[in-house]
């Protein structure tokens, strides 16, 4: 009898082998970051977004996505990857809110709203949309995504403006050294270089490309100019003059072969730009075809301006994620779009910018500024209503913005975020603060 195992005790054992495997095979499957992350052992599954509903309790939620539950390309989905923008939330996080908290037909403001993921989501399901940012290549890039085009049109107009630059600018041999084509190509470039950042930041060659194909928007009355736009300034980014790892911040243009981090080889600073013209029209056309095919006709509203002193009208709630303080220069991140299309630049507009840095004073006029924000948009949505704010709060600078307001806290639900991009690798949680009005 000693050696005999009660039933209970083997179905115990059994349990725990499973659970085991179970791990195991789980982090079998994280990232390499995400090993390091704990909240990944979590027993709940991650939240399917299409599953959520309204009364879906927010208790349930588990917004700690593992790079397996939402892949980049789930993530980066449509026109959502029309040009790379840093400090965007995902759009499965909005989609969320959206569904708990709003139906179709209402309408939801973001007024800081970035390269535009609440409008896009809110659009996909019939919810309309206002948004407001200071910075004008947001606003194109906005106007870009939720545009409605006429397929055979937009096709046309991509590759005719293509065409057309190919046409103007013959491929010259693209690895001579830079200083043997500013002697050999200057002369061939049709309009004067505007100004010293685009005459540093771009081979010449690279540069006549980008100008002809700017040139040709403002002369050719093209009907979808913000997307021509947008596909330029996505190629002008790419064609800079800078190392293929330090795409995001690059601090001075590169002119040398170099050693290449992200590929593991000697690379060569591009001296065309031509073929990112090309690469990024024929995936711009794919990502709005795409887009088109679950965009609803629900309203979008884009405006150019400082959301403190937006006059909102009737809105039926907010989904946002507001600038940090002293993080990004929101401005200086699409420079090249800025001094190659001339852009209205208002960056002293910025909420929280880089440049101010992050001291306790900033912080004090970061909280008086955001909390101005809210205070308007309260001023425009019925009692009871939500603000979903996205924000990394590492100051504690979140709980008197709302007392500011005068908000009711209803949640405050935390998430860990993957950082896929660059080469950062700290741990990184952000927290949806799900505000009421009273
Ligand atoms: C964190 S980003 C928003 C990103 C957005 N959620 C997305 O997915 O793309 C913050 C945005 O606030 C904008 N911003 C900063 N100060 C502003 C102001 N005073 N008025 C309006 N927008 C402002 C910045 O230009 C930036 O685009």
């Known amino acids: 009898m000693g050696g005999e195992k009660?039933?209970?005790?083997?179905?115990?054992?059994?349990?725990f082998i499973h659970r085991i495997l179970y791990l195991s095979e789980n982090i079998n499957m994280l990232t390499k970051e995400e090993k390091r992350v704990t909240i990944y052992d979590s027993k709940t599954k991650p939240t399917v977004p299409q599953s959520v509903r309204p009364d879906t309790p927010l208790h349930r939620l588990n917004l700690?996505?593992?790079?397996?539950?939402?892949?980049?390309?789930?993530?980066?989905?449509?026109v959502h990857r029309l040009h790379p923008y840093l400090g965007k939330f995902i759009p499965q996080l909005?989609?969320?809110?959206?569904?708990?908290?709003?139906?179709?037909?209402?309408?939801?403001?973001?007024?800081?709203?970035g390269s535009g993921t609440t409008l896009v989501q809110a659009n996909e399901m019939g919810i309309n949309s206002i948004g407001y940012d200071v910075s004008e290549f947001n606003i194109i890039l906005c106007r870009a995504k939720t545009a409605k085009y006429d397929d055979r049109k937009v096709r046309m107009e991509v590759l005719d403006i293509l065409e057309k630059v190919r046409r103007q600018n013959p491929l010259r041999h693209s690895q001579l050294s830079l200083w043997e084509q500013r002697q050999d190509l200057f002369s061939l470039t049709q309009s004067q270089p505007d100004n010293e950042y685009l005459q540093q930041w771009f081979a010449p060659q690279a540069l006549n490309q980008l100008l002809a194909y700017r040139d040709l928007i403002?002369?050719?009355?093209?009907?979808?100019?913000?997307?021509?736009?947008?596909?330029?300034?996505?190629?002008?980014?790419s064609a800079r003059l800078t190392t293929h790892f330090d795409l995001d911040f690059p601090k001075r243009p590169q002119t040398t072969p170099y050693w290449c981090y992200k590929h593991a080889r000697e690379c060569y600073p591009t001296t065309e730009a031509y073929k990112f013209l090309e690469r990024y029209s024929i995936d711009s056309l794919r990502r709005i075809q795409e887009f088109s095919k679950i965009r609803t006709n629900a309203s979008v509203a884009i405006y150019h301006g400082d959301s403190r002193k937006a006059v909102n009208p009737q809105i039926d709630g907010v989904i946002t994620s507001p600038p940090y303080v002293g993080l990004i220069d929101y401005h200086e991140q699409h420079a090249y779009a800025y001094y190659l299309l001339g852009l209205d630049d208002k960056r002293e507009q910025e909420i929280g910018p880089a440049v101010g840095g992050s001291s306790k004073i900033a912080q004090q006029k970061y909280q008086q500024d955001i909390a101005a924000v809210f205070i308007r948009a309260a001023e425009a949505m019925p009692r009871g209503s939500r603000m979903i704010v996205v924000a990394a709060d590492k100051n504690d600078l979140y709980g008197k913005i709302g007392a500011m307001i005068g908000v009711e806290v209803e949640a405050i639900v935390q998430r860990h975020v993957n950082r896929r991009t660059g080469r950062r690798s700290s741990e990184f949680y952000e927290s949806v603060f799900i505000w009421r009005k009273c």
């Open 218 to 237: 403002d002369r050719e009355g093209y009907e979808y100019c913000d997307l021509l736009q947008i596909i330029l300034c996505r190629s002008a980014r």
């Open 6 to 15: 009660h039933p209970l005790e083997i179905t115990a054992v059994i349990i």
């Open 94 to 113: 909005v989609e969320v809110f959206l569904r708990k908290y709003f139906t179709a037909g209402q309408t939801v403001l973001d007024p800081f709203v």
């Open 64 to 78: 700690n996505w593992r790079e397996k539950d939402l892949p980049e390309k789930e993530r980066t989905k449509h």
